[in-house]
């Protein structure tokens, strides 16, 4: 009988944050450096070999899964010398582990995460998306690195699984998963305990409450399987909508919210609230209805005006209000409204979708070699005199370095009791109103909107 080698091979960062970084204390980085990252063929040990930046010697650190499928530390060796011994002795200790098949450590925990795709719904409520992300082969990566992020998921409200299947809830749950994942990756401390709002989140002594909301579909534009092209919204129609039904539809979500007074809960008080809002009510409106946002939060439109000689400048346009297909007005400016100063900002990104999830799965290596996914969009320029975004694509591959708070806004209220520090969260935009004029900051690589194109080679 032939005896196969156990290997262990190093891989990247990518790939071991799906597994750790919804484990990892954001503390360990001001006493640790993390330096390599080694796993054995099926993934079931993990190691990692640091730097101690006190003593300056070298550590290892093994992990395996417990009883709630998070990877967890099981054997830790200290004081090396040099990295090259760390990792010698890392490999040693986890081709012994392999070879007494070691799969899972018992800790007696309490039960923690979410079986996302066991299938509690009827087939005639099933979310067609979740059909596609189920059963797709394209759509194998963002599957698998939805359920590792759902292993750290508790269901505070008892429905997650079913909304998460169905019809009348993919969308928001989806977008709540995005939103645990950024926020880890911002390095908050996640509070879960609460029905009410969806997040707690902690950095240094701050807690702020982030509940999340979408823009649903409407009865009559169910969503299907496939998207429908002749179905997709024109861009002469999107020119129109954006003036009066988006920043309507955009209002009553915000304002169904508002009511909920979220603020006067005792474990709120005192605190910053966000609401995180994301766009679902159509086929890839999320990529086009951004603009409607910032004009109903802010009350005003900047119009962009070409001058005979080719220059450009922006004008900037109060909107007072917009009108219902009744006739009924309805105020523009939501952060002007009454009880809006207890909302901090919103926060908006047209990416937490599948195809999120799809490119960092592939990054996190659990994409097959036939895959190919090619990302098509545009992201903000930086050059002051510009007004025009800049289109990028690239394939999409283990080497890439998307996060998952690239396209994250935080637009912040200019009323708010409790304002937010922007330095809370570094690596996303935020949109200040100075006076008349909206100030953005926005990282260096900022995508207003993409899309995947995801093909299976035959």
């Known amino acids: 009988m032939k005896v196969e080698p156990i290997t262990i091979r190093q891989i990247t960062k990518n790939q071991f944050n799906i597994f750790m970084l919804f484990t990892r204390h954001p503390a360990v980085q001001n006493f640790a450096r993390e330096l390599e990252y080694h796993s054995n063929d099926d993934n079931s040990i993990l190691g990692v070999v640091l730097l101690d930046l006190y003593d300056r010697d070298f550590s290892y650190v093994l992990l395996v899964r417990d009883e ?4 967890r530390e099981f054997d830790t060796k200290v004081s090396f010398s040099s990295k090259a011994e760390a990792v010698d002795m890392l490999s040693n200790s986890m081709k012994w582990h392999t070879a007494q098949n070691l799969k899972s450590v ?32 394209q759509f194998i990566p963002s599957k698998r690195a939805i359920i590792e992020i759902a292993n750290h998921l508790s269901d505070i409200d008892g429905n997650f699984i079913e909304q ?16 645990f994942a950024s926020l880890t990756e911002q390095e908050f401390l996640i509070n879960r305990k609460y029905e009410r709002p969806d997040f707690i989140i902690q950095k240094y002594d701050v807690e702020i409450g ?3 909301v979408t823009l649903g579909r409407d009865k009559n534009n169910p969503p299907t399987y496939l998207p ?17 039904e988006i920043p309507l539809r955009y209002g009553s979500t915000l304002f169904s919210k508002l009511s909920k007074k979220y603020w006067e809960l005792s474990h709120l008080k005192d605190k910053p609230f966000l609401l995180a809002v994301a766009d679902f009510h159509d086929d890839f409106s999320m990529t086009w209805s951004y603009i409607s946002l910032v004009e109903y939060l802010y009350g005003q439109r900047e119009e962009l005006i070409v001058s005979e000689d080719g220059s450009a400048f922006a004008k900037t346009e109060k909107i007072t209000h917009y009108t219902k297909p009744t006739g009924a007005k309805i105020n523009s400016g939501f952060f002007f409204e009454p009880d809006c100063e207890n909302i901090s900002g919103v926060l908006f990104s047209t990416t937490g979708t599948i195809a999120k999830f799809t490119r960092m799965g592939i990054q996190a290596g659990f ?43 935080l637009f912040h209220n200019p009323n708010a009791k409790h304002p937010i520090d922007m330095d809370l969260f570094p690596n996303i ?12 900051w926005a990282p260096d690589f900022h995508p207003f909107s993409s899309i995947n194109i995801n093909t299976i080679v035959k």
């Open 367 to 409: 994409s097959s070699s036939k895959q190919k996914v090619l990302r098509v969009g545009d992201r903000y320029d930086h050059n002051s005199h510009s007004f025009t975004p800049i289109s990028f694509s690239y394939m999409v591959d283990e080497n890439c370095t998307e996060t998952w708070s690239e396209g994250l806004n």
């Open 164 to 179: 998460f299947q169905s019809l009348n809830g993919f969308d928001a749950r989806l977008w709540e998963i995005y939103l």
């Open 210 to 212: 982030v509940e999340a």
């Open 68 to 71: 709630n499928r998070q990877f």
């Open 106 to 137: 018992v800790h007696n925990l309490p039960e923690r995460g979410m079986d996302l795709f066991n299938i509690v719904v009827n087939q005639e409520k099933i979310h067609p998306y979740f059909t596609r992300l189920n059963e797709d082969t």
């Open 429 to 440: 935009a935020h949109h200040k109103l100075k006076g008349e004029q909206l100030i953005s």
């Open 228 to 244: 429908n092209e002749e179905k997709l919204t024109r861009p002469a129609d999107i020119l129109t909508k954006i003036q009066n």
